[in-house]
């Protein structure tokens, strides 16, 4: 049972077609990677995914069951690429916004996730009050506490320095091979695409490649797409990082 | 005249507590339409029940029950700010401006057809709590309960909406039936304050308190608290300055939310600046 399941999705925005009858699956404990350039609907397709946009047509299966019948949220963790509203002034702390939606405060876990993201000091200080790096590593804790079983994030590390990157990255490559998370991460970073997704979904609104990233290199249809120097690049940062897939 | 005797009207009991109640509801409420960038809407509502209250006046309903009456016709305006705010078309300042002044227009004319404005339409405009009936007192515990249910009930979702609605929905949360309930909430707590305010200080109770709470920086729990505390104490000192000095309590009570907002925000200031 794939963990996502999309068929013939399309959206428009305005009359505006912004993604056009995508169909793909995501088996469970994959490490997919969502490319495409600005403007090819990866972040309209994740929200169409978590049910924040409702599609013009197609269908969304989350688990083996429909979108519309789905309940089982904890099973999910989302950063979203930015948020939509956040009022500088909302007065949640961080300790409050990470335990967001949990049915039970546990302390004990607070903790762990909070050190985990290189957090732990900043428990009580109020949102607003953090840098947006700081604010970007709380709300990758609030995704990871519940310990979810997919992780979907919409370019994660926009705002993250180099450092906590690269914490963040190798932690999403624990979770994802020692504890068989499945992640779907949209970025436009190709050297995260080499390193650490195994399966790559590259979109122009529609579907231009859905494969394993081995697959995509030997490809000679993406070759024709992209031409060979930028397929060379991505396939030449897999190979350097010798992770082998 | 002592405090004593001052509390001993049974008048003054009924304004101390259904004030009290309408103030608390404003106030939690409150909260969350200020965070979510909905300050006005409380100036949309109560020009839309200058509207509707016209409506019930023209039509004839007994004075007493003039609150009860209005409510239906200023709970579909909080809808309809709703809907065409949802529309991404329309930010929220232009959709309450849209209803407010709907209901503004719609006060007028029926005045107008009903010769002119009458005494009754204009205590709604400066409102007077010291002369809430039972009816109102009773409709203030029940709004008061439903209101603290719904907040103590759905806290963890009105948590992640007002936050960010996009994320609370990925989360599994009904945003579009938590804010149904939200703005109807709103239009009922609208009508109630505009007894203890009048019309043209409703948003006053919404605003204020929550404002003045956001100034201590503490959690969101705690703001709420807060806010709720200080728009009581809003409503206890103004009713007893206006009753002693002989002024208007709806301007009282909004003049002591000011002057609270004020001393947090000083103290807030005074103790940044030795920080």
């Given at each position: 049972m794939p963990v996502i399941r999309v068929e013939n999705l399309t959206f428009r925005y305005n009359g505006t077609?912004?993604?056009?009858e995508i169909g793909f699956t995501v088996e469970r404990g994959v490490y997919l990677a969502v490319v495409g350039p600005n403007g090819s609907g990866k972040s309209t397709l994740v929200k169409n995914i978590l049910g924040i946009l409702k599609p013009e047509k197609g269908r969304v299966e989350l688990f083996g069951r429909r979108l519309e019948d789905?309940?089982?949220?904890?099973?999910i963790g989302y950063l979203p690429q930015r948020l939509s509203g956040l009022n500088i002034h909302f007065p949640g702390t961080v300790a409050e916004i990470v335990q967001m939606g949990l049915p039970k405060k546990d302390p004990a876990l607070l903790s762990d996730t909070l050190d985990m993201m290189a957090?732990?000091?900043?428990?009580?200080?109020?949102?607003?009050?953090?840098s947006y790096g700081e604010q970007q590593r709380v709300m990758l804790a609030r995704a990871l506490i519940r310990r979810p079983e997919l992780l979907i994030f919409d370019?994660?590390?926009?705002?993250?320095?180099p450092e906590t990157r690269d914490v963040f990255y190798a932690l999403t490559q624990k979770l994802n091979r020692q504890e068989g998370t499945t992640v779907a991460l949209v970025t436009h970073d190709s050297g995260v695409v080499g390193q650490y997704a195994q399966h790559l979904l590259y979109l122009?609104?529609?579907?231009?490649f859905s494969g394993t990233f081995r697959d995509f290199c030997a490809s000679a249809d993406m070759t024709g797409f992209f031409g060979a120097t930028s397929q060379h690049i991505i396939c030449h940062q897999h190979d350097s990082t010798g992770s082998g897939r | 005249m002592d405090l004593g005797e001052i509390f001993a009207y049974a008048f003054v009991q009924r304004a101390m507590l259904a004030g009290a109640l309408i103030a608390a509801v404003s106030a939690l409420l409150g909260l969350f339409l200020v965070l979510r960038r909905f300050s006005l809407i409380g100036d949309g509502l109560a020009h839309t029940t200058f509207g509707s209250v016209a409506v019930v006046l023209l039509v004839g309903v007994s004075p007493f029950y003039v609150t009860l009456a209005a409510l239906p016709l200023v709970m579909v305006s909080s809808l309809a700010i709703y809907k065409l705010t949802s529309?991404?078309?329309?930010?929220a300042d232009a959709a309450i401006g849209i209803v407010s002044s709907l209901g503004i227009a719609a006060g007028i004319t029926l005045s107008s057809l009903s010769g002119g404005f009458n005494v009754d339409l204009f205590s709604y405009l400066f409102g007077n709590i010291l002369t809430v009936n039972r009816t109102e007192l009773v409709l203030s515990m029940i709004v008061f309960a439903v209101v603290a249910a719904v907040v103590f009930y759905y806290y963890d979702d009105l948590f992640a909406v007002t936050f960010d609605q996009e994320l609370a929905r990925s989360m599994g949360v009904q945003t579009e039936r938590l804010n149904v309930i939200l703005f109807l909430l709103t239009a009922v707590s609208a009508v109630l304050a505009m007894k203890v305010a009048g019309i043209m200080l409703v948003s006053a109770l919404l605003i204020l308190p929550a404002l003045t709470a956001l100034q201590l920086s503490v959690g969101f729990r705690t703001t709420m608290i807060a806010a709720t505390g200080f728009a009581v104490g809003a409503v206890f000192c103004g009713i007893l300055f206006a009753f002693v000095l002989n002024l208007p309590a709806g301007a009282m009570i909004v003049v002591f939310n000011a002057v609270f907002l004020l001393l947090v925000f000083g103290i807030r200031r005074l103790f940044a600046g030795h920080g």
């Amino acid at each position: 049972m794939p963990v996502i399941r999309v068929e013939n999705l399309t959206f428009r925005y305005n009359g505006t077609e912004v993604i056009n009858e995508i169909g793909f699956t995501v088996e469970r404990g994959v490490y997919l990677a969502v490319v495409g350039p600005n403007g090819s609907g990866k972040s309209t397709l994740v929200k169409n995914i978590l049910g924040i946009l409702k599609p013009e047509k197609g269908r969304v299966e989350l688990f083996g069951r429909r979108l519309e019948d789905f309940s089982s949220w904890e099973k999910i963790g989302y950063l979203p690429q930015r948020l939509s509203g956040l009022n500088i002034h909302f007065p949640g702390t961080v300790a409050e916004i990470v335990q967001m939606g949990l049915p039970k405060k546990d302390p004990a876990l607070l903790s762990d996730t909070l050190d985990m993201m290189a957090i732990g000091h900043l428990g009580r200080r109020l949102i607003g009050d953090l840098s947006y790096g700081e604010q970007q590593r709380v709300m990758l804790a609030r995704a990871l506490i519940r310990r979810p079983e997919l992780l979907i994030f919409d370019e994660p590390t926009t705002a993250l320095d180099p450092e906590t990157r690269d914490v963040f990255y190798a932690l999403t490559q624990k979770l994802n091979r020692q504890e068989g998370t499945t992640v779907a991460l949209v970025t436009h970073d190709s050297g995260v695409v080499g390193q650490y997704a195994q399966h790559l979904l590259y979109l122009d609104k529609k579907v231009i490649f859905s494969g394993t990233f081995r697959d995509f290199c030997a490809s000679a249809d993406m070759t024709g797409f992209f031409g060979a120097t930028s397929q060379h690049i991505i396939c030449h940062q897999h190979d350097s990082t010798g992770s082998g897939r | 005249m002592d405090l004593g005797e001052i509390f001993a009207y049974a008048f003054v009991q009924r304004a101390m507590l259904a004030g009290a109640l309408i103030a608390a509801v404003s106030a939690l409420l409150g909260l969350f339409l200020v965070l979510r960038r909905f300050s006005l809407i409380g100036d949309g509502l109560a020009h839309t029940t200058f509207g509707s209250v016209a409506v019930v006046l023209l039509v004839g309903v007994s004075p007493f029950y003039v609150t009860l009456a209005a409510l239906p016709l200023v709970m579909v305006s909080s809808l309809a700010i709703y809907k065409l705010t949802s529309s991404k078309k329309i930010n929220a300042d232009a959709a309450i401006g849209i209803v407010s002044s709907l209901g503004i227009a719609a006060g007028i004319t029926l005045s107008s057809l009903s010769g002119g404005f009458n005494v009754d339409l204009f205590s709604y405009l400066f409102g007077n709590i010291l002369t809430v009936n039972r009816t109102e007192l009773v409709l203030s515990m029940i709004v008061f309960a439903v209101v603290a249910a719904v907040v103590f009930y759905y806290y963890d979702d009105l948590f992640a909406v007002t936050f960010d609605q996009e994320l609370a929905r990925s989360m599994g949360v009904q945003t579009e039936r938590l804010n149904v309930i939200l703005f109807l909430l709103t239009a009922v707590s609208a009508v109630l304050a505009m007894k203890v305010a009048g019309i043209m200080l409703v948003s006053a109770l919404l605003i204020l308190p929550a404002l003045t709470a956001l100034q201590l920086s503490v959690g969101f729990r705690t703001t709420m608290i807060a806010a709720t505390g200080f728009a009581v104490g809003a409503v206890f000192c103004g009713i007893l300055f206006a009753f002693v000095l002989n002024l208007p309590a709806g301007a009282m009570i909004v003049v002591f939310n000011a002057v609270f907002l004020l001393l947090v925000f000083g103290i807030r200031r005074l103790f940044a600046g030795h920080g």
